[in-house]
């Protein structure tokens, strides 16, 4: 299994200590349609924020790599369930989403450097805002 693969299979399985293995210390996470932000306990806290407001699971995972192996992307879709009020966005109801989305990677030394999400904001709000 890839370094990518491995990551979104622990990220299903909530195995969060292996999830957090595979990324660098000095990870770079850019938000989508939000700030950049640097450092492993920045992710951290990002998810432990992600994880009180929402409950996701990939699925059709579609990892891609460069040739040279620094550069990865991935495309999937993301079932889930809106737990808990996020700031700036509708209230939580526990509504249920589906959504494209993807993310581009940069690999240094066998560790996630740098994390690209991308997804249709709009179309969330969109789904759970009926």
Request: proline content about 2%; aromatic content about 14%; glycine content about 6%.
């Amino acid at each position: 299994m890839s370094l990518i693969e491995q990551y979104y299979a622990a990220f299903n399985a909530r195995d969060w200590d292996t999830f957090f293995s595979l990324v660098h210390e000095d990870v770079v996470h850019d938000l989508n349609q939000g700030p950049r932000e640097v450092g492993l306990e920045a992710f951290k806290a990002f998810m432990e924020r992600m994880n009180r407001s929402y409950s996701e699971k990939l699925r059709d995972i579609q990892v891609m790599y460069s040739q040279d192996g620094t550069r990865a992307a991935a495309e999937y879709v993301v079932d889930g369930t809106y737990l808990a009020d996020d700031e700036g966005l509708p209230a939580a109801t526990g509504q249920t989403y589906s959504l494209p989305g993807g993310a581009f990677f940069e690999i240094e030394n066998g560790k996630i450097r740098r994390i690209t999400n991308c997804y249709n904001l709009t179309d969330w709000i969109r789904q759970v805002s009926v």
